[in-house]
């Protein structure tokens, strides 16, 4: 198999940053996707809930952009050389602590990625939204929130790692 070209980070945190710029001057909207979920939810069952409040019109843009996000990837991989095919490896980092069989390796990652909706909708947005967009606007609940998911996330490695994978 072919080796993965992977794009320059830099480039990447450049290209957000142009982004979440260029959306604030041109729409006066902030960044975030986690909400993109329930305009989802209005086109697939056009339920009265997801037609009105913050996913009533105008807001379509937030489904677009996170359909963008998928788009932008496969331009990523397209362009850099590398070959693509589907795969369920994350490294052999989490060979230990993720299922061997395929579809409970897809139920877990399926249910985590539950978790994560569920937890960005509770706090008003995903983690990314709160770090990326709310950090750069100096917002003190985005600050300590993005501060909070870091360390979280460091205890979160430390006991998947070094407990449960032991």
Same mark, same amino acid.
């Given at each position: 198999m072919e080796p993965l070209v992977i794009w320059p980070g830099w480039l990447g945190g450049i290209g957000v940053g142009l982004f979440m710029l260029g959306m604030i001057v041109l729409t006066g909207k902030a960044l975030g996707v986690s909400s993109a979920y329930g305009?989802?939810?209005?086109?697939?069952?056009?339920?009265?809930?997801?037609?009105?409040?913050?996913? &009533?019109?105008?807001?379509?843009?937030? $489904?677009?952009? @996170? %359909?963008?996000?998928?788009?932008?990837g496969a331009i990523a991989v397209f362009t850099s050389g590398a070959s693509w095919h589907p795969t369920t490896?994350? &490294?052999?980092?989490?060979?230990?602590? $993720?299922?061997? @069989? %395929?579809?409970?390796r897809a139920l877990v990652l399926a249910a985590g990625g539950v978790l994560i909706g569920y937890g960005a909708r509770a706090a008003g947005g995903c983690q990314s939204g709160h770090?990326?967009?709310?950090?750069? %606007?100096?917002?003190p609940?985005?600050?300590?929130?993005?501060?909070?998911?870091f360390v979280g996330g460091i205890i979160a490695v430390q006991i998947l790692f070094r407990v449960i994978a032991a």
């Amino acid at each position: 198999m072919e080796p993965l070209v992977i794009w320059p980070g830099w480039l990447g945190g450049i290209g957000v940053g142009l982004f979440m710029l260029g959306m604030i001057v041109l729409t006066g909207k902030a960044l975030g996707v986690s909400s993109a979920y329930g305009d989802a939810c209005g086109v697939a069952f056009g339920s009265a809930h997801y037609r009105s409040g913050e996913f &009533g019109a105008g807001h379509m843009w937030r $489904l677009m952009f @996170a %359909l963008g996000l998928p788009i932008g990837g496969a331009i990523a991989v397209f362009t850099s050389g590398a070959s693509w095919h589907p795969t369920t490896d994350m &490294g052999t980092l989490y060979e230990p602590v $993720l299922p061997q @069989a %395929l579809w409970a390796r897809a139920l877990v990652l399926a249910a985590g990625g539950v978790l994560i909706g569920y937890g960005a909708r509770a706090a008003g947005g995903c983690q990314s939204g709160h770090a990326i967009m709310g950090m750069s %606007l100096l917002n003190p609940p985005s600050i300590v929130s993005g501060a909070c998911f870091f360390v979280g996330g460091i205890i979160a490695v430390q006991i998947l790692f070094r407990v449960i994978a032991a």
